[in-house]
């Protein structure tokens, strides 16, 4: 899980930062949100990190109950 969940969370932190510059440019452009809204950010990112979760959990799941010995046989 930590394979699938650390390019999510610096994906999630570089995504933040470029949203805040984005918000800043354009905020002229939005009408009753303002740019900086905690609510929406954290949603979206909470979407973005559970999506990831979600990803990574079936596949580690297969690999815990894998036999070692018969994937090793395999290769």
């Given at each position: 899980?930590?394979?699938?969940?650390?390019?999510?969370?610096?994906?999630?932190?570089?995504?933040?930062?470029?949203?805040?510059?984005?918000?800043?440019?354009?905020?002229?452009?939005?009408?009753?949100v303002a740019a900086s809204d905690?609510?929406?950010?954290?949603?979206?990112?909470?979407?973005?990190?559970?999506?990831?979760?979600?990803?990574?959990?079936?596949?580690?799941?297969?690999?815990?109950?894998?036999?070692?010995?018969?994937?090793?046989?395999?290769?």
């Amino acid at each position: 899980m930590g394979t699938a969940l650390q390019p999510a969370f610096i994906g999630v932190a570089l995504g933040a930062i470029g949203a805040v510059i984005a918000g800043r440019l354009l905020a002229s452009l939005l009408f009753d949100v303002a740019a900086s809204d905690v609510l929406a950010w954290s949603v979206a990112c909470g979407v973005v990190v559970a999506g990831c979760v979600g990803a990574g959990y079936l596949p580690a799941g297969q690999a815990a109950r894998a036999d070692p010995m018969t994937a090793l046989k395999s290769d």
